[in-house]
């Protein structure tokens, strides 16, 4: 056997193998590996893409949840502006309350006050007609002398 032939035989059978390999078997490889590395392209710019989401979503989360606050000091903040409303309604009303029944107490007051003066006076009257009986030792006519006992009982 010569070198030389095996050489050339060897140096053939991979020029062919290369050929095949070339028209066969590269074509599938280079197209596997464009489409896998277009998917990962894909998938890291699908990645960026909801990184970018998640960042504005935690911001719009953020913003709401501050509006969120601010409404709820606002809402408080009315509460307790209408509760103080009430408790002044509720204090001027006890007061209003309080003077009516002042005034109706007093006048009540006056009222009883006048009923004992009637009823002193007449007492006072029925005294005095006792006593001036006593002193004249007769008896006044009540009827007849009505008007002069009216009159005693008004300076009373």
Not at 20 to 35: D, H, L, N, Q
Not at 62 to 85: D, F, G, P, V
Not at 105 to 132: C, D, F, M, P, W
Not at 134 to 145: C, F, G, R, V, W
């Amino acid at each position: 056997m010569n070198i030389n032939a095996t050489i050339l035989g060897q140096a053939i059978s991979f020029a062919i193998f290369v050929w095949f390999c070339v028209k066969f078997v590269w074509p599938p490889v280079i197209t596997a590996m464009r489409e896998r590395q277009d998917k990962i392209a894909g998938g890291l710019q699908d990645a960026e893409k909801a990184e970018k989401d998640v960042l504005i979503a935690q911001d719009k989360a953020e913003e709401t949840l501050r509006e969120a606050k601010q409404q709820a000091a606002e809402l408080i903040e009315q509460a307790n502006k209408r509760s103080s409303q009430l408790i002044e309604e509720a204090k001027g009303q006890a007061r209003e309350e309080g003077e009516r029944l002042k005034t109706a107490a007093k006048s009540e007051i006056e009222q009883e006050v006048n009923r004992a003066k009637e009823g002193l006076r007449t007492q006072v009257s029925v005294l005095a007609i006792a006593g001036a009986e006593k002193i004249l030792q007769a008896s006044i006519d009540e009827n007849a002398h009505s008007k002069m006992l009216e009159q005693l009982a008004a300076e009373l």
